[in-house]
């Protein structure tokens, strides 16, 4: 099956077309810098603008960097508030004049890795984060995939994901050492929590795992996300193909 999966993060929206039985992109992904908090309308017309760049005619799968039950949006850490409470299935299937479905980007991003990724034909318990704007977490077990907002856990006296988003080593100027030791302490806390047997990291910054992984001192085995920062794009998309099977 074709279709478009799009990503909403914190900084940008992006999407491509997916084939779902493979997992590869159709055609290189459209990404649209949003430095500025869009209002919802305005996020569905930047979904829009994604339809109408690849000319879509069918489904769309979208990742959204929140909790989401059903197709309501409940929580909106890193983007504007006004998303709370948001229908987003009507939101973004008015956005784009295509059949939606949403899921939490991590969630997204696991989906992909799982199915396609680092974590194919892996049995055991798996973590998954994925660092950008905030902390995505997913843990994964048995063929079961369960969206967690570990971001949120209190760390230092405050959400984890103030002090080890790949965007507050940006923001602070961090050293590679300095930040991968803080994520060291984060994923140690996370450990002494799910013990899991694999840690995926995806995220932009999964693409230098050379620079920092050394600096992680895990229990369990640590890998980049294979599909980097793709694999929210693809995982929105096998998301909506699930969905309109089940
Ligand atoms: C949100 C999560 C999201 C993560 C990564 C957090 O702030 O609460 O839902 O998965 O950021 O975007």
Known sequence: MKVLGIDIGGSSIKGAPVETGTGRLLAGRFKIETPLLLSPAEMADAAGMIATHFRWRGPVGI???????????????????????????????????????????????????????????????????????????VLFF????????????????????????????????????????????????????????LIIIGGGVSAKHAKFFKYVKPRARMVPAEFL???????????AEQERRA
Request: a positive charge; glycine letters at 16%; aromatic letters at 8%.
């Open 63 to 137: 990742g959204f960097p929140g909790v989401i039950h059903g197709g309501t949006i409940l929580t909106s850490a890193n983007l504007d508030k006004k998303f709370i409470g948001c229908d987003a299935i009507k939101l973004f299937g008015k956005g784009t004049g295509r059949p939606v479905a949403l899921t939490n980007d991590a969630a997204a991003a696991a989906l992909a890795e799982m199915t396609f990724g680092a974590g194919r034909n892996f049995g055991g318990k798996v973590l998954l984060l994925t660092l950008g704007t905030g902390v995505g977490s």
């Open 142 to 197: 048995r063929g079961a995939l369960f969206p967690c907002e570990l971001g949120h856990l209190q760390m230092d006296g405050r959400d984890a994901e103030r002090r080890v988003a790949s965007s507050v080593k940006r923001r602070k100027d961090l050293s590679w050492k300095e930040w991968g030791r803080r994520l060291s302490r984060y994923i140690n806390i996370l450990e002494g929590l799910f013990w899991p047997e």
């Open 229 to 239: 920062n793709e694999a929210g794009i693809v995982g929105a998309a096998l998301w």
